[in-house]
């Protein structure tokens, strides 16, 4: 792979397909105004291997979404509620986060319609971290395994 031109890894990179992908998946740029903690634990630290010794370690936060530009897939409207959860998250507003949003199951506007799955760099193309599991994963000169996004190709 160490040969290959940047622009046929990226393009492999982003014809790859994850099985933990959902239809729903979208991947936004999006200022994120503060709302409230909600309390809600969104991730939890177990001590022993039978999730019986278990501490929040981080609670959702809610925030109004304003979508700045989506890079693929659809979204309903230009602001919504969204749910974003992970440790150590400051309790202020977020400006141009590169965001993974999956739909939650809710019709109701005054609920949040989605969650923020995961945090991405902006860059010429969109990139998350993928999870441990995912076929087709591409490694560059020992660099991390990136789930990529073009911001120029619709979807």
């Known amino acids: 792979m160490k040969n290959l031109p940047l622009c046929l890894v990226l393009v492999l990179a982003l014809s790859a397909t994850s099985p933990r992908a959902h239809a729903e ?3 936004a ?3 994120l105004k503060f709302i409230e903690d909600t309390g809600d634990p969104a991730r939890l630290l177990c001590l022993d291997e039978i999730n019986d010794d278990c ?8 925030f109004e979404a304003k979508v700045d530009r989506v890079v693929s897939g659809d979204l309903p409207a230009k602001r919504f509620l969204v749910l974003f959860g992970r440790h150590a998250l400051p ?12 739909k939650l ?3 109701d506007p005054n609920r949040p ?4 799955t995961q945090i991405g760099d902006k860059r010429e193309v969109y990139c998350f971290d993928r999870l441990a599991g995912q076929e087709a994963e591409i490694e560059l ?3 991390r395994p990136l789930r990529c996004f073009d ?3 619709s979807d």
């Not at 501490?55 to 809610?62: C, E, G, H, S, V």
């Not at 309790?91 to 999956?102: H, S």
């Not at 319609?113 to 923020?116: A, F, H, K, L, N």
């Open 25 to 27: 998946d979208v991947v």
């Open 29 to 31: 740029v999006l200022d």
């Open 55 to 62: 501490i929040t370690w981080a609670t959702f936060y809610l």
């Open 91 to 102: 309790e202020k507003n977020l400006r141009n986060v590169v965001a993974l949003l999956t």
């Open 105 to 107: 199951k809710t019709d």
């Open 113 to 116: 319609r989605y969650q923020v």
């Open 141 to 143: 000169d020992g660099e």
């Open 151 to 153: 911001p120029d190709r």
